[in-house]
């Protein structure tokens, strides 16, 4: 099992430019998550989906989209990048929300936007 | 508001001096409390969950205990490859989605 992957490992984009971050899991995990790590702030909710075809809105969606068509898929969009979206961003996806609940997380996206 | 608190920021010790991390949170109900590690460049990995007070959790040379208020992660005799960033979480029982609330994290280095 190669657990939860994330496309591409590092991305620099100038302000204004869109650009879509992949992220893939293949245990078969109904609920998958967005999350963007900085310095200070610790780790905060984007998006999260709780199933095939919904999602909703976290603690910072502002800036961000994201759709899954398919189950095993998590896809997080920036339409028109800002200086201050520039941050790692996780994925990750979790059996439950009950018990085996625990969120298993991928390597990690380093973005920077110039 | 779901908040946690995780002491020290930082922490220096060599191999084999055992100590505790520390993570207070403040929920509203407590569905579950996530402890991780984090090595620099990468995700975080997951180590251990605690469901209700008084529970332990053992991996190695890890040790997670859970109160009220409170969990620590016991670190005993520590080798260099302990040496990581260890995340705290919890979730609260308010939640339909699992949301998670991170603590800032505690740097762990261990000297040879």
């Known amino acids: 099992n190669a657990g939860v992957t994330q496309t591409p490992k590092f991305r620099v984009l100038k302000t204004g430019q869109s650009m879509t971050l992949l992220c893939a899991q293949d245990?078969?995990?109904?609920?998958m998550y967005w999350y963007r790590q900085d310095p200070g702030m610790g780790l905060r909710l984007i998006h999260y989906?709780?199933?095939?075809?919904?999602?909703a809105k976290g603690e910072v969606p502002d800036g961000y989209n994201v759709s899954r068509l398919k189950k095993q898929n998590f896809l997080l969009g920036l339409e028109s990048a800002a200086p201050s979206q520039t941050s790692v961003y996780f994925c990750?996806?979790?059996?439950?929300?009950?018990?085996?609940?625990?969120?298993?997380f991928g390597p990690g996206t380093r973005l920077t936007v110039l | 508001e779901d908040q946690v608190t995780q002491s020290p920021e930082a922490l220096r010790l060599q191999e084999g001096e055992s100590s505790s991390l520390n993570c207070s949170y403040t929920?509203?109900?407590?569905?579950?409390l996530f402890w991780y590690r984090q090595d620099p460049g990468k995700g975080p990995e997951f180590l251990f969950t605690?469901?209700?007070a008084g529970e332990e959790k053992e991996k190695e040379r890890l040790k997670a205990t859970l109160t009220k208020k409170e969990s620590f992660l016991h670190i005993t005799a520590p080798k260099p490859e302990d040496s990581a960033t260890y995340l705290c979480?919890?979730?609260?029982?308010?939640?339909?989605?699992?949301?998670?609330?991170f603590g800032q994290g505690t740097i762990l280095t261990v000297h040879p």
């Open positions: 990750a996806s979790s059996y439950s929300t009950v018990y085996y609940n625990e969120q298993f």
């Open positions: 245990m078969n995990h109904e609920y």
């Open positions: 989906s709780v199933g095939e075809g919904t999602t």
């Open positions: 929920v509203s109900g407590l569905r579950g």
């Open positions: 605690l469901y209700s």
């Open positions: 979480a919890v979730q609260d029982k308010g939640t339909s989605y699992g949301k998670l609330t």
